[in-house]
C-alpha cells in the first residue's frame, strides 16, 4: 500500500502517520523530518536549506525530489509519505517515479481539513520530542518542570523554530492554501477528506473507515 497525507500545518498529519504506519505495517517517509535531521546534521546541504524551513518556505522541487529518490531505495512499495508531493510538480515526478520503480501509483490519499484558528493554536503550543519525533500540545503538561516526552522519556521536549514565529506559521498556512487546489484537482478521483478539527482518536477512525471503504 502506498499512502500520501496532506494537511495544513497542525492538522496532525505527523500524528496520524505514526498511527497509520504501526495499523498497516508501513515504512514513513517524512520530510520534514529528513530535512531537519539534514539541517541538525551541520552539513552543506543543511546549511542550504536552513533559513529557507525556518521562515516557512518551500525547499526547491529538485532539491526535495532528489531526496525523496534516494528514499524509495530504501522501502519496499508498501510506504506512508509525509509532507510529499507539495505541489503539483512534485506530484507528478512521484507519479513518474511509482511507474518506473513499481509500475504502480499511489493508491491511497488523505486529506486532513482543519479550521486555522485551530492550526494557529495547536502549532503556538506544539512540542515535538527530539528523539522519537513524539508530538504534545503545552498544555497538556502542567508544569515545565515536567516536560518529559510520555513516550520515550526524554527531557529534549522543544518548539521547532518554525512554530515559534507567527509570520511564519501564516507563511506555512497560506502556501498550503495555494498549493492544495493542483493537488485536490489531481487526486481528484482518489481524494479521502477528513475533518481533523477533532480529537486525534476521532480523526484516526475517520481515516481508517474512509480506507477500509476504499479498499473494498
Ligand atoms: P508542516 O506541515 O507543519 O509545515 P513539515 O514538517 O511537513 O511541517 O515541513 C516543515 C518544512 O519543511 C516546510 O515548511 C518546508 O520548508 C519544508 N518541506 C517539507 N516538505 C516539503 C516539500 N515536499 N517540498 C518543499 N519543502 C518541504
Same mark, same amino acid.
Given at each position: 500500500m502506498i499512502i500520501t497525507i496532506f494537511g495544513p500545518p497542525g492538522s496532525g498529519k505527523g500524528t496520524q502517520s505514526n498511527l497509520l504506519i504501526a495499523k498497516y505495517n508501513l515504512k514513513l517517509i517524512s520530510v520534514g523530518d529528513l530535512l531537519r535531521n539534514i539541517i541538525s546534521s551541520g552539513g552543506e546541504l543543511g546549511k542550504k536549506i536552513k533559513d529557507t524551513v525556518e521562515s516557512g518556505n518551500l525547499i526547491q522541487d529538485e532539491v526535495i525530489c532528489e531526496l525523496l529518490r534516494d528514499q524509495l531505495t530504501l522501502v519496499d512499495d508498501n510506504f506512508l509519505l509525509d509532507g510529499f508531493p507539495r505541489n503539483l510538480n512534485q506530484a507528478l515526478f512521484l507519479t513518474r517515479i511509482l511507474r518506473e520503480k513499481y509500475n504502480r501509483d499511489v493508491n491511497i490519499i488523505i486529506e486532513l481539513q482543519l479550521d486555522d484558528k485551530i492550526a494557529i493554536d495547536r502549532l503556538k503550543n506544539r512540542l515535538v520530542c527530539l528523539d522519537c519525533k513524539g508530538v504534545?500540545?503545552?498544555?497538556?503538561? /502542567?508544569?515545565?518542570? !515536567? +516536560? $518529559?516526552?510520555?513516550?520515550?522519556?526524554?527531557?529534549?521536549?522543544?518548539?521547532?523554530?518554525?512554530?515559534?514565529?507567527?509570520?511564519?506559521?501564516?507563511?506555512?498556512?497560506?502556501?498550503?492554501?495555494?498549493?492544495?487546489?493542483?493537488?485536490?484537482?489531481?487526486?481528484?478521483?482518489?481524494?479521502?477528506?477528513?475533518?481533523?478539527?477533532?480529537?486525534?482518536?476521532?480523526?484516526?477512525?475517520?481515516?481508517?473507515? /474512509?480506507?477500509?471503504? !476504499? +479498499? $473494498?
Open positions: 504534545y500540545s503545552a498544555t497538556s503538561f /502542567k508544569n515545565d518542570d !515536567n +516536560l $518529559v516526552c510520555m513516550k520515550c522519556k526524554s527531557a529534549r521536549l522543544e518548539r521547532r523554530i518554525d512554530d515559534s514565529d507567527l509570520s511564519a506559521i501564516h507563511r506555512r498556512i497560506s502556501e498550503y492554501y495555494i498549493q492544495i487546489k493542483s493537488l485536490r484537482e489531481y487526486y481528484k478521483d482518489r481524494l479521502l477528506t477528513v475533518n481533523a478539527n477533532l480529537d486525534v482518536v476521532q480523526v484516526k477512525q475517520e481515516i481508517e473507515s /474512509k480506507i477500509s471503504c !476504499n +479498499l $473494498v
